[in-house]
């Protein structure tokens, strides 16, 4: 079936970015092939960064949606209405370098395709799930937050794993790069969480929003994938080396149960991960 891009731009956006965005946008459509999905994808383009947090804000009061701060992303994907939507601000990545931007568009549109219905942005608290939370100091938002930040980093790993097939992997290395190219922001939250078991884990789920992307890219050899390990080894070199092997053992267990459903493998990551006691 034949994915529509429907294009709506605030006024005031500048029509060369408008066009940038149909072109990366249709580089992902032209290699879907014979993929199930959506009759349509809105990418929302908003020209300054309160215009969108303003959206939010509205969107999740309406709909009672509890999730993360969206607007730190590049871009971003969710489905709240029922459809795909994208939001990227051209006042957010106006220094972003364009191969960049045409990394995140090609993910963003990779979510939409794959992601694009509820089931992705609802996600389920089992009795046992609460119940390991309850141990390790997770009350049900702290444990609501927990499962927001690893549902997009086991989301990402399967863009990014699907991308790589389709031949866009490397687009995924350039974004990538760019994400660990600072990481002053998780060095300061790490240093007030870590004595903390709670905040801890979800500075934890944090980090793998990197790691099960660039384990993926290593895992399809993708070329100088292991140099942005590398990167990101030294980028995060404030966390020992004990939470490392532990953070890329822990992605290399998540991608061995890839053909469980999605839900399924967001409930095992996330028990597995606050039920872990030397963390």
């Known amino acids: 079936m034949t994915t529509r891009i429907i294009i709506l731009p605030c006024e005031g956006v500048?029509?060369?970015?408008?066009?940038?965005?149909?072109?990366?946008?249709?580089?992902?459509?032209?290699?879907?092939?014979?993929l199930a999905a959506?009759?349509?994808?809105?990418?929302n383009i908003w020209k300054r960064m309160g215009?969108?947090?303003?959206?939010?804000?509205?969107?999740?009061?309406?709909?009672?949606?509890?999730?993360g701060e969206e607007t730190d992303f590049l871009a971003t994907h969710e489905a709240w209405r029922g459809h795909p939507r994208i939001h990227i601000c051209q006042e957010r990545v106006k220094d972003v370098p364009a191969v960049v931007i045409q990394g995140v568009l090609h993910h963003e549109i990779s979510h939409a395709l794959h992601h694009g219905t509820p089931e992705?942005?609802?996600?389920?608290?089992?009795?046992?799930?609460?119940?390991?939370?309850?141990?390790?100091?997770?009350?049900?938002?702290?444990l609501q937050q927990c499962v927001y930040l690893?549902?997009?980093?086991?989301?990402?790993?399967?863009?990014?794993?699907?991308l790589t097939d389709i031949g866009l992997g490397v687009g995924q290395l350039r974004l990538l790069e760019y994400m660990i190219s600072d990481t002053e922001d998780e060095r300061r939250i790490w240093e007030v969480v870590c004595a903390n078991p709670a905040p801890r884990k979800l500075a934890?789920?944090?980090?793998?929003?990197?790691?099960?992307?660039?384990e993926a890219l290593v895992s399809l050899s993708v070329e100088k994938a292991e140099i942005i390990k590398n990167q990101w080894k030294e980028a995060y070199r404030w966390l020992s080396a004990t939470i490392q092997?532990?953070?890329f053992l822990f992605a290399h267990n998540t991608m061995s149960c890839r053909d469980k459903p999605f839900q399924k493998r967001l409930e095992n990551m996330t028990f597995k991960l606050i039920s872990e006691a030397s963390l």
């Open 14 to 34: 500048k029509r060369e970015f408008v066009a940038k965005v149909q072109l990366w946008a249709n580089e992902v459509l032209e290699k879907k092939g014979p």
């Open 38 to 43: 959506p009759a349509f994808i809105s990418i």
């Open 51 to 67: 215009e969108l947090q303003s959206f939010y804000q509205q969107e999740k009061q309406e709909l009672g949606i509890a999730t």
């Open 120 to 142: 992705f942005y609802t996600f389920r608290y089992s009795t046992k799930l609460q119940e390991a939370g309850r141990i390790c100091g997770l009350d049900l938002a702290l």
């Open 150 to 162: 690893l549902s997009v980093a086991l989301k990402d790993y399967d863009v990014v794993t699907w």
């Open 204 to 214: 934890l789920a944090l980090f793998l929003k990197t790691i099960l992307p660039i």
């Open 245 to 247: 092997e532990w953070l």
